[in-house]
C-alpha cells in the first residue's frame, strides 16, 4: 500500500482521535481555496471512462455496484492497487445520492451539498485534485419557533439561543464520543445511552415549551420526521465530530465545491479510469467457483476474484445474495438506516426578504428547515427539506404554504423537489441512525469481509455518518478489506 497516500487522512483523523479539531484556515489554503472554479458546463462535462469491452470477465479483479461516492472511491483505490476494476452504476449518471445539475441558471445540487474542510477525507480529496470550495454568505436573519408564532432573530442572537440549549443536550458527549472517529471507543458508555432516542433525551431535559421548541425541528428532520424515531447517538457524533460547538455544527452546511460534487467524481473517475458500465442495475450477487457472479437487471453476468458493494444499505434487500447475508448485514437491511421520506426542495424565487434561515417546531411545517443559497438574475434560490409524505414538493402552492408557516412569505418563480424516499437506487436520503444500531450493527457491518463481498456505503462510515466524508472514508476502507489488507 502506498502509504503517502493515506497521511493526509491520517493526519486529520489525528487530530480528531485527540480531541484537537484542525484550523480552517490551515485546511481551507492547503486544500486549494483561492483555485480557479469550472464554469458550469466544465463542471458537469462527462469523465473520461473506459469502455466496457476493455476488461474481459477472466481477467476483471474486481466489480463495484454503485458509482456514488463510496463506490467511486473503492474503484480509484483497488485502481491503484495495479486492479481491473469495472463499476456497475443503475443509473446514467454517477453519484449515488449526490447529483450536480442546474436551476435557476446556477449550479445546484440535487443530493449531497455541503463539506466541511477540516473532514479530513475531504481535505485530503480537494488538496489532491485543486478544488476550491466556496462560502456561503452570511444570513440576515434567522426565523424561529416560538409559543406564540415564528419570529426574526439576528443571526447571532439565534445561533446563541440554540447553541446553549444544544451544550445542554449534548452535555457528556466529550466522554462517550471521546473519539468520535472511533464511535465504540467508549462501548462501555453507549450500551445504555445508544438505546435513546433524541425524543428519549428532550424528556430527560424538562426543557420550558419555548427552549425545546428552538432545537426539536431538528432533532425531527434529522431523524425522519419524529423526535422519537432517531438515535441520540448519532446526532450527538456527528455533534463531537464537528467540536462539540454549535458553530462547528453550523459550519456543516457553510461550503460547498465551487466546480459541484461531480467535479470530484470526474477527478476520481479520470486519475483511476475504470470500467463503467450505466444503466446496469443489479439483480443478484453470487459466489461460486472461487468467483463472484453478479447479474444485472438485464441478464447479463459479469464475474471478477471479488466485490464491492457501494449502494445505500436501504437497497441491500432488493438484490439476491448467494449465500444470504450475515445477520448483521441483514438486520441493516431490514431496518434501513438512510430516512426514507426525504425530500429535498429547491426554489427559485423574488428576493423580497433576503437570505433567511426558517426553521419550524417538530410538527410544525411540512418543510421544517429552509437554508437560502445563492442569488439569481431574477432572485434567491433557497433549499428546504421534508420528510412529510403529504407535502406535493413539485406543487409551488403547497410550497409557498410550507414556507410562510416558518414565517417567511416568497414570491415563488419554481420549483424543483427530489424524492430521495421514493427513487428506488437510494430508498432514502440522508443517513441516521435509529436506537440501537450504532452497538448492535455497526461492530459487525463496518468491517465485516464476507468471503468475497465487501460493502461500502456512508450509511455505515466510522466517522461522517451521512455526509460525504464519510462515503469516502467507507470506500478506502472497503478497498482495504477486499485487497486483505485489514
Known amino acids: 500500500m502506498n502509504t503517502d497516500r493515506f497521511a493526509g487522512a491520517a493526519a486529520g483523523d489525528a487530530a480528531f482521535r485527540s480531541g484537537r479539531r484542525p484550523s480552517r484556515r490551515t485546511v481551507l489554503k492547503a486544500a486549494g481555496a483561492t483555485a480557479l472554479a469550472a464554469s458550469a458546463a466544465s463542471a458537469l462535462a462527462a469523465p473520461a471512462y473506459a469502455a466496457e469491452e476493455e476488461t474481459e470477465d477472466t481477467a476483471r479483479d474486481f466489480i463495484v455496484i454503485g458509482a456514488g461516492f463510496a463506490g467511486v472511491t473503492a474503484a480509484r483505490e483497488l485502481r491503484a492497487r495495479g486492479k481491473k476494476v469495472t463499476i456497475l452504476e443503475a443509473r446514467s449518471r454517477v453519484g449515488g445520492r449526490t447529483w450536480t445539475d442546474t436551476f435557476g441558471g446556477q449550479l445546484v445540487e440535487v443530493g449531497g451539498t455541503w463539506v466541511e474542510p477540516t473532514q479530513p477525507n475531504i481535505s485530503r480529496e480537494l488538496k489532491r485534485y485543486n478544488l476550491a470550495l466556496e462560502e456561503d454568505e452570511p444570513l440576515d436573519r434567522m426565523f424561529l419557533p416560538t409559543p406564540n408564532g415564528p419570529k426574526a432573530f439576528t443571526p447571532e442572537a ?6 446553549a440549549l444544544f451544550d445542554k443536550f449534548f452535555e457528556g458527549s466529550r466522554q462517550y464520543f471521546e473519539r468520535p472517529f472511533q464511535p465504540l471507543y467508549r462501548a462501555d458508555l453507549l450500551q445504555k445511552l445508544d438505546r435513546m432516542s433524541l425524543r428519549d433525551r428532550l424528556n430527560e431535559l424538562k426543557l420550558s415549551p419555548a427552549d425545546e421548541m428552538l432545537i426539536n425541528g431538528q432533532t425531527a428532520i434529522y431523524s425522519g420526521g419524529a423526535s422519537t424515531d432517531g438515535a441520540l447517538t448519532m446526532l450527538a457524533q456527528w455533534w463531537s465530530l464537528a467540536g462539540w460547538t454549535n458553530q462547528g455544527w453550523s459550519d456543516t452546511q457553510r461550503y460547498r465545491m465551487k466546480t459541484g460534487t461531480v467535479g470530484m467524481l ?8 475504470p470500467t463503467v458500465v450505466f444503466n446496469a442495475p443489479v439483480a443478484s450477487v453470487a459466489e461460486s467457483g472461487g468467483r463472484v457472479h453478479v447479474t444485472t437487471r438485464a441478464g447479463k453476468t459479469y464475474s ?23 445477520a448483521a448485514h441483514t438486520a441493516a437491511a431490514s ?3 438512510a430516512v426514507k421520506n ?8 423574488r428576493n423580497g426578504q433576503g437570505r433567511v434561515y426558517g426553521q419550524a417546531a417538530e410538527g410544525g411545517s411540512p418543510i421544517p428547515m429552509f437554508i437560502p443559497y445563492k442569488k439569481t438574475a431574477e432572485g434567491q434560490l433557497y433549499v428546504g427539506f421534508s420528510v412529510d409524505p403529504k407535502l406535493d414538493a413539485t406543487n409551488v402552492a403547497q410550497v409557498k404554504d410550507a414556507v410562510r408557516k416558518l414565517g417567511v412569505d416568497l414570491d415563488i418563480i419554481g420549483v424543483r423537489a427530489q424524492n430521495w424516499g421514493a427513487e428506488e437506487f437510494s430508498r432514502g436520503g440522508w443517513a441516521f441512525r435509529k436506537p440501537g444500531q450504532l452497538t448492535s450493527l455497526y461492530p459487525d457491518v463496518l468491517n465485516q469481509l464476507t468471503s468475497r463481498i465487501t460493502f461500502a456505503s456512508g450509511d455505515i462510515a466510522e466517522g ?23
Not at 439565534?158 to 447553541?163: H, I, L, S, V
Not at 470526474?266 to 479510469?273: D, P, R, V
Open 158 to 163: 439565534g445561533g446563541a439561543a440554540m447553541g
Open 266 to 273: 470526474t477527478a476520481m473517475i479520470n486519475e483511476s479510469k
Open 335 to 337: 431496518q434501513g438506516i
Open 342 to 349: 426525504s425530500v429535498k426542495i429547491w426554489i427559485h424565487a
Open 464 to 486: 461522517w455518518t451521512g455526509f460525504l466524508d464519510g462515503a469516502i472514508e467507507s470506500g478506502m476502507r472497503a478497498a482495504q478489506l477486499a485487497n486483505g489488507e485489514m
Open 304 to 326: 471478477a476474484k471479488g466485490v464491492v458493494v457501494a449502494v445505500p444499505v436501504n437497497v441491500w434487500h432488493t438484490i439476491k445474495f448467494t449465500p444470504g447475508l450475515p
